[in-house]
């Protein structure tokens, strides 16, 4: 008996010792991110942004994924929370399948001259063009423009959507239905589209200004090569007409929020929803966009394999836009050179007695690397195990996938994109690629302010800090009608990776 508790003694002993030289994430049942061993996530509610009336086993990710970030700073404001809770009546009583719905799909076939009520229910339809970056940002900024106009929100489902994201509406879906009487037509809304409101105000087929006759429905083409008369959108004279049209098909893959901000009567609302003017995309995309199931654990494998044991993570995101695209020496040297120069890496000792430790414990730090092309995470790896780090720090690289070239529409491959988007929105700082909608994305899903590596082009630095998590409006309309608000407007910026882009900054981050 005594030989036996001796033994149990020991190895106890033994067992508290080898804590004292784990790292500090433990395994997921264990603590995250500091949060003590409980299953119940910490504001699964997003502060008040989500309801509860969804089933959780359906969509784990919307409410667990408090689980797996350090909760935000950034507050919503009961005016948002107000407004969100009445979209969501609205939706449900104007939604697919729904007397409404069905009423308002009628006037479809009568384009011209809409004389009679259409009651409260009015649409805007997106069309699933691009890259899903493009997609994301392009689905957030036409949500706000339905808040803003009493409009709900219906998408095109002829791409696999349903398999990336959940239902963000309670009761409801924001699925366009396949029997849409203007499907077979939705291709046919491009730049020279004869239902394109820049088209039409080109040919005269359309006057802002007269309003007997409206359309039944509007294309607006609001895509990177845009036009003069397509920029007419973000008129005030324009959207006074463009509101009295029952539905708007919307063809764009830009990030448009910043130039509502500037349409005059939209300004005072806007401001109510966001009193702090950079956190617009951090709050609806939390709100709009959780991942489906599969994606789910695909994002939380990988946190809990590479990323919750770390003490400290930082993602990188290498996006190459030049055509060839691939691994370009240049570009590895300019990612060393920003991660060395605002201390965001330690550096590699020249030898093992350079190792300067002044902590009683090394740190463990994870990188989490996205990109198409393997040779920039597989080099940082190399970089690391050839040599140590001069603070003694273990530095860990990782790379969920190298897919090599985008394919935009494949399932698995979205899928693996809409994954590593969100778990570079989990670490705790941020470099990403200049111009990139899949790094925009990833800052303001984390609220991350990221280092944004420049376009390597006679810059004296490889990257700056950005002022803001807001992504860019990579083509706003800074001339024509909105050309005197941009300069007289405090809370909107040229973008650090695109002068002729604009982002929104808030006072408080001015630099």
Same mark, same amino acid.
């Given at each position: ?55 959780? $086993? ?31 009546? @609205? ?135 845009? $036009? ?31 130039? @509502? ?7 005072? $609302? ?43 993570? @930082? ?70 195990? $050839? ?125």
């Amino acid at each position: 008996m005594k030989l036996t508790t001796v033994v149990t003694c020991l190895l106890l002993s033994s067992l508290m010792l080898l804590s004292l030289f784990t790292f500090n994430h433990q395994p997921l049942d264990a603590t995250i991110k500091g949060q003590t061993n409980s299953r119940k996530p910490r504001d699964e509610l997003l502060g008040g942004l989500l309801t509860k009336e969804f089933d959780e $086993e359906s969509c784990l990710s919307r409410y667990h994924s408090s689980l797996y970030r350090k909760p935000s700073p950034y507050k919503p404001s009961q005016y948002l929370l107000s407004k969100l809770r009445i979209y969501e009546m @609205l939706h449900k009583r104007c939604g697919p399948g729904t007397k409404a719905y069905k009423e308002a799909i009628k006037i479809l076939g009568h384009y011209q001259n809409v004389s009679r009520s259409v009651g409260e229910c009015r649409y805007i339809v997106w069309i699933a063009v691009y890259g899903l970056g493009n997609r994301i940002l392009t689905l957030s900024s036409l949500f706000l423009h339905a808040l803003l106009t009493g409009r709900i929100i219906l998408l095109d489902q002829r791409t696999d959507i349903r398999s990336l994201f959940c239902e963000p509406f309670p009761g409801t879906s924001w699925l366009l239905p396949q029997d849409f009487p203007l499907t077979d037509q939705l291709d046919s809304f491009n730049k020279n589209g004869s239902h394109c409101y820049g088209t039409m105000l080109k040919n005269n087929t359309i006057k802002s200004t007269i309003r007997e006759t409206v359309p039944s429905y509007l294309c607006l083409y609001l895509i990177h090569d845009y $036009e003069d008369h397509d920029k007419m959108f973000f008129c005030e004279r324009d959207q006074n007409l463009i509101r009295q049209v029952p539905w708007l098909v919307f063809n764009a893959n830009l990030y448009f929020i910043p130039s @509502l901000w500037l349409i005059p009567s939209y300004q005072t $609302e806007l401001s109510k929803l966001f009193p702090q003017k950079d956190t617009v995309f951090h709050h609806l995309a939390r709100y709009l966009f959780h991942p489906t199931n599969q994606v789910w654990g695909m994002i939380t494998r990988s946190y809990n394999t590479y990323l919750s044991r770390a003490d400290e993570t @930082l993602g990188i995101q290498v996006r190459v836009l030049t055509k060839p695209a691939g691994y370009f020496q240049h570009v590895m040297n300019q990612i060393l050179a920003c991660t060395k120069r605002e201390s965001l890496l330690p550096e590699v000792a020249a030898t093992e007695s350079k190792v300067t430790n002044t902590s009683t414990r090394p740190k463990l730090i994870s990188v989490l690397v996205t990109s198409l092309y393997p040779e920039y995470s597989e080099n940082l790896r190399t970089m690391y195990w $050839e040599g140590p780090s001069s603070t003694g720090d273990m530095v860990q690289v990782y790379q969920p996938s190298q897919e090599v070239y985008q394919q935009t529409d494949k399932r698995l491959h979205d899928q693996k994109a809409l994954a590593e988007i969100y778990l570079l929105s989990l670490t705790d700082k941020l470099v990403t690629s200049n111009s990139s909608t899949f790094g925009y994305v990833a800052q303001g899903l984390g609220g991350l302010r990221p280092w944004i590596l420049y376009k390597p082009k006679n810059q004296t630095a490889p990257c700056v800090k950005a002022i803001s998590m807001e992504p860019c409006f990579l083509r706003a309309p800074i001339y024509g009608c909105q050309a005197k608000t941009v300069k007289i407007t405090r809370f909107v910026r040229p973008c650090e990776d695109r002068l002729t882009g604009l982002k929104l900054v808030d006072f408080a981050n001015e630099v």
